[in-house]
């Protein structure tokens, strides 16, 4: 635990720091007393006495304790831990203990950051060393502009810190989405004579377990929703009808595909003179089976037959064609057929768009008996992929993270991708044995979901998705949410519904807690853009993104396992977010009826803030309408309370 004290700092243009009170600048210190959740609301009243006008920064900096051991951090949604494990291959930031070279900050590695606060779902950075841990809690803008959080560690006293500065620095590099970093971006105040400025942190101290973060995320979620109104644009009834139409529309196309992204203008084509529809379809993840399932569960439920049609064929075509090692392909091309997952590696399957292809394909044999009776394909495709990769199983429960499309021969078991394969396995319990026993899969479940426990433990899961590599993402927390459920709902273990709990709190990490602030003039500022409930893709792909609509069933559920109405209530939120932005007409923001975009810029990274991805993507819009149909199915998600 922490004493309550803090460094102030004042930050000159021309880089000079120098304390309160050794120039023209005087800074009052009010720490109120600690709060029943242990929050210390810290005022700092600054005032600039000079004769004329300067520029500068102010800065609150808290050390940890000094010792051998390497700090962790957190910036929700931004940085975790180190943030880019050493063998990633995707460039993005990255903490070492006395790196601070020009050289180290050319490929990203740092023993110190700062960030703009719109980079982080909730603007704090948390810190912990030794015995325990400090976080500090500010709000994304004051009167001196956008602040800033940063952290760092000196190797030579062995101790770190962490800070906000009032307005932001980044630094000793800002990303901007590829693996060439931008300069340094500076930010600073022009103080006159005379002008008085209150600015407020929040500081909490804690023990020196990781997962405190919990708590204090969400007394700070409770206090900026209640500011950061959602905005939806249509019920969920409606939703679903234009999602399932736009998947139909649009993304549909022969020889029975989802192809993965289709452009919002029409006319637009590219060198080839071809439109800019990505010809091309992964099995699940981008697209494929699990958005195939949704449009299939929608058009049943409306009875709509040529939804219902349209499904069964990506489904059909899915399954017709299995890789020789005995699972699926990872993606399909219009110009070579069935191909490999996203890898500079030949012959190379992902194992979480393969797992998450395969539990959507159980997922659709359960909607009825008819599905399980006339598409044998459909069978044999689950018993092939599920018996595959149980016979690929370590002994320690590691289902492997890249397959060999021809050999099946496990090509990397790294990160946290195989994790998703426990979803599958446990939900598949028609196919198991008997009457629903175990017949293998509920038992190489259970080895995995104890393996990969320990990643959601250490509060760092990683490698879900197939373009960022080794890197931490949203969608692995995604993944171990629905792993860890399916594992509880099969076998009523209560170790399974704490790890499920655990995941979910990492996985509401990612998720925005308030609106952030658009550039005026910007599409998402005219439009009004609610970021409440939408999820930071990852610290690499620093982009709004609907993906976690996928677990909204599992928030409900975990809800009502726990007694906990936090988790379907966060769920209500990103149901809630992205039924904006799902094209009314055609002509609405520059799309079709139906569409609905992958990206949404609430920061500095890709492109300017405010601007909108101009592609529909088949998981977007599939993602929505899977959650909408999840929602109408459940009561407690159609609760817009919240």
Request: with cysteine; charged share 20%; hydrophobic share 45%.
């Given at each position: 635990m922490y004493p309550p004290t803090g460094t102030i700092e004042i930050i000159h243009a021309d880089g000079r720091v120098e304390p309160p009170g050794t120039g023209p600048f005087t800074v009052d210190v009010d720490w109120a007393p600690p709060s029943g959740t242990g929050r210390r609301n810290v005022r700092l009243s600054v005032r600039y006495r000079g004769e004329r006008e300067v520029t500068a920064?102010?800065?609150?900096?808290?050390?940890?304790?000094?010792?051998?051991?390497?700090?962790?951090?957190?910036?929700?949604?931004?940085?975790?831990?180190?943030?880019?494990?050493?063998?990633?291959?995707?460039?993005?930031?990255?903490?070492?203990?006395?790196?601070?070279?020009?050289?180290?900050?050319?490929?990203?590695?740092?023993?110190?950051?700062?960030?703009?606060?719109?980079?982080?779902?909730?603007p704090a950075v948390f810190g912990w060393a030794g015995p325990g841990g400090v976080a500090l809690l500010v709000d994304e803008t004051t009167d001196l502009g956008m602040t800033g959080l940063g952290f760092g560690h000196d190797a030579a006293t062995g101790q770190g810190s962490v800070w906000v500065t009032f307005p932001f620095r980044e630094g000793p590099v800002s990303y901007g989405g590829s693996a060439t970093p931008r300069p340094a971006e500076t930010t600073a105040h022009p103080w006159r004579p005379g002008e008085l400025v209150h600015l407020d942190v929040a500081v909490h101290d804690l023990t020196d377990d990781r997962h405190g973060y919990a708590a204090v995320l969400r007394e700070e979620h409770a206090r900026h929703a209640a500011r950061a109104p959602l905005r939806p644009w249509v019920d969920v009834a409606e939703a679903a009808a234009l999602a399932a139409d736009g998947l139909r529309r649009w993304h549909y196309a022969e020889p029975g595909v989802l192809l993965e992204t289709v452009g919002f203008d029409r006319e637009l084509s590219g060198q080839d003179h071809r439109p800019v529809d990505r010809q091309a379809m992964h099995v699940g993840w981008l697209s494929g089976i699990p958005w195939a399932y949704a449009l299939l569960a929608h058009g049943r439920r409306v009875d709509a037959p040529d939804h219902v049609a349209a499904a069964c064929d990506v489904i059909d075509f899915v399954c017709a064609d299995l890789a020789p090692s005995g699972t699926f392909w990872g993606t399909w091309y219009r110009d070579r057929g069935w191909s490999q997952s996203w890898s500079p590696i030949p012959h190379t399957l992902h194992s979480r768009t393969l797992a998450e292809a395969t539990q959507f394909l159980v997922r659709a044999l359960e909607l009825g008996d008819d599905l399980r009776a006339t598409r044998p394909d459909w069978v044999r495709a689950v018993r092939s992929n599920l018996d595959a990769v149980v016979a690929r199983q370590r002994p320690d429960g590691n289902l492997g993270a890249a397959h060999h499309a021809l050999t099946g021969e496990v090509l990397s078991w790294t990160g946290s991708a195989g994790l998703a394969w426990v979803g599958a396995l446990a939900e598949a319990d028609r196919w198991d044995g008997p009457d629903g026993a175990d017949g293998g899969y509920l038992a190489a479940a259970v080895r995995a979901g104890e393996f990969y426990a320990a990643d959601v433990l250490s509060e760092f899961l990683y490698g879900a998705p197939e373009d960022v590599d080794l890197a931490p993402t949203s969608e692995d927390g995604y993944v171990a949410v629905m792993a860890y459920l399916a594992l509880y709902r099969r076998t009523g273990e209560p170790r399974w519904l704490d790890l499920a709990r655990r995941a979910a709190d990492w996985t509401l990490t990612f998720r925005y807690s308030y609106n952030t602030t658009f550039p005026p003039g910007t599409l998402l500022?005219?439009?009004r853009f609610a970021t409440r409930g939408a999820d930071n893709a990852s610290p690499s792909n620093q982009h709004l993104h609907a993906y976690g609509l996928i677990c909204t069933a599992e928030l409900a559920e975990l809800s009502a396992a726990c007694g906990d109405p936090h988790y379907v209530e966060r769920a209500r939120e990103t149901l809630a977010c992205f039924r904006q932005f799902i094209a009314r007409f055609d002509g609405d923001f520059n799309a079709y009826r139906g569409m609905v975009s992958e990206r949404y810029y609430q920061t500095a990274c890709f492109q300017p803030k405010g601007m909108l991805l101009t592609l529909s993507h088949a998981w977007s819009v599939g993602v929505l309408l899977l959650a909408c149909e999840q929602a109408l199915a459940d009561p407690t998600l159609l609760d817009t309370s919240s």
């Open positions: 920064a102010i800065r609150f900096r808290i050390g940890l304790a000094a010792g051998p051991d390497q700090p962790w951090w957190l910036i929700p949604g931004v940085f975790y831990g180190e943030n880019r494990p050493v063998d990633c291959l995707r460039i993005f930031p990255r903490f070492a203990v006395g790196a601070s070279g020009s050289a180290d900050h050319a490929a990203m590695i740092s023993d110190h950051w700062e960030f703009r606060a719109d980079r982080a779902a909730t500022d005219t439009y």
